[in-house]
Structure formats: C-alpha cells, structure tokens
C-alpha cells in the first residue's frame, strides 16, 4: 500500500509590517536609529514615547513620506510600491481631507479610488459612531479640529486593509469618540487588521489591549 503524498502547507500571506534597520536623519540630525518592528494579523501596536522622540517620524518613513535606510515591507512590498499602498491605510496626525469636497464626498472618492466599494458603506457607519451623520453635506473646512480628526479616522477605518496606521488618533477626540475609536480598532483586529497608533499616553496601551513600543532617543523599546 503506497503512501499518501503530503499535502502542500497552505501559502501564508506576507506579514503586514516588517521594518528591520530603520534610520531616518533629518537635516543631518539622527531621528531615528536602527529600528526593528513587525505586525502580524490581529497585531493592535501602541508606538508611544515622550513629545518629539519622533514617532510621527517613524510612521511617516513606514508608509515611505519620508527617506529612510534600513529596509521596511508592507505585504512583503516596498511601502512606495502600488502593492504596498493597496495594503495600509495612513491617517496622519494633521487630517489630509480634500476642503471642496464634502464628508459624503469624500467616502464615495475613496471607495472609488480604492477599487473598494464596500469602504463606502463602512465608512459612513463610522462617521454615524462619531454622530456625523448629520454633517455628510457639509464641507470640512467649516469643521473643527476634532470633527476633521473624525472624518479622517472614518476613513482609514472604512477601508479596513491588512495595515492601519494612525498618527495620534485620540488626540482632539472627546471621551465618548475615544470609546469609540478604541472599540472599532478592537473589531478591525479581531477581523485579522493590523493596527500601528502613536500616542504620548502610555495609558492608552492598557485601555486599547495594545501592545506597547517605546520610542526614546531614537531607539525602541519593547519591540
């Protein structure tokens, strides 16, 4: 009697983040220094780490906004790679919205932009958890700091890609949208997304379930 040929083990996905060696100068002056990071599936990541240690510096070189040596693979592609930028969904610190476009507006650009239909209606159902609902035809230079943060969370949220990063999300955010922001980044991990935040509160770790990364003169920690 012959033996069954093994099966073939199924072929796993790159990992969503992988940075090894990272060092970002700028203006001649070490940000960063040989930085080390990696996100699994389900991976829920606090960088955190006094004012100016530099971790929007470190998210910006991730998704490649800024030069940086080392090497850094989003799905196993470079980060500047169309693959890559099909993979991560990026909300920086200061909202980057489109000012003659209204909130409605921009979910229906970004669901097309994305080839992603579906973005459009999770999006929407993220801006109704930030009760802005109300203000889909308005335009989001009439809004306040906070209410931009919102919009702009809403959509990264929407698309619900293998990596999401977040430049100090609960920043602006009153405690009722804390709750919920912390709530859908639980659910985005839970259905197997990557998540990378920053944030100065090192508290935020116990309250998110989060893993903890320090960044402090340069270096991480915990890693």
């Known amino acids: 009697?012959?033996?069954?040929?093994?099966?073939?083990?199924?072929?796993?996905?790159?990992?969503?983040?992988v940075a090894s060696g990272v060092r970002v100068r700028l203006g001649g002056v070490a940000i960063v220094e040989e930085a080390a990071l990696a996100l699994s599936p389900g991976d829920l990541v606090l960088l955190t780490g006094p004012n100016g240690a530099g971790k929007s510096t470190?998210?910006?070189?991730?998704?490649?906004l800024l030069p940086a040596s080392g090497e850094v693979r989003v799905q196993g592609q470079p980060p500047t790679s169309l693959a890559a930028k099909r993979a991560f969904a990026f909300a920086p610190d200061e909202p980057a919205l489109y000012e003659d476009l209204t909130l409605a507006e921009h979910v229906r650009f970004q669901a097309l932009l994305y080839g992603r239909p579906e973005a459009e209606e999770r999006a929407l159902a993220a801006l109704d958890a930030f009760d802005l609902t109300p203000k889909l035809g308005e335009f989001p230079g009439t809004h306040s700091r906070g209410m931009r943060q919102k919009l702009s969370l809403a959509l990264a949220l929407g698309l619900a890609l293998p990596l999401t990063l977040l430049d100090e999300p609960f920043n602006g955010l009153d405690l009722a949208s804390q709750e919920r922001l912390a709530a859908a980044l639980a659910?985005?991990?839970?259905?197997?997304?990557?998540v990378l935040l920053t944030g100065h509160q090192r508290e935020l770790g116990g309250l998110?379930?989060?893993?903890?990364?320090?960044?402090?003169?340069?270096?991480?920690?915990?890693?």
Not at 1 to 17: F, K, N
Not at 58 to 64: D, F, N, P, S
């Open 208 to 223: 998110l379930g989060a893993r903890v990364v320090t960044l402090r003169d340069g270096r991480l920690q915990g890693a």
């Open 187 to 194: 659910a985005r991990t839970r259905e197997g997304g990557a």
């Open 58 to 64: 470190l998210l910006r070189a991730l998704v490649g």
């Open 1 to 17: 009697m012959s033996l069954a040929e093994p099966t073939p083990a199924a072929h796993e996905p790159p990992p969503p983040l």
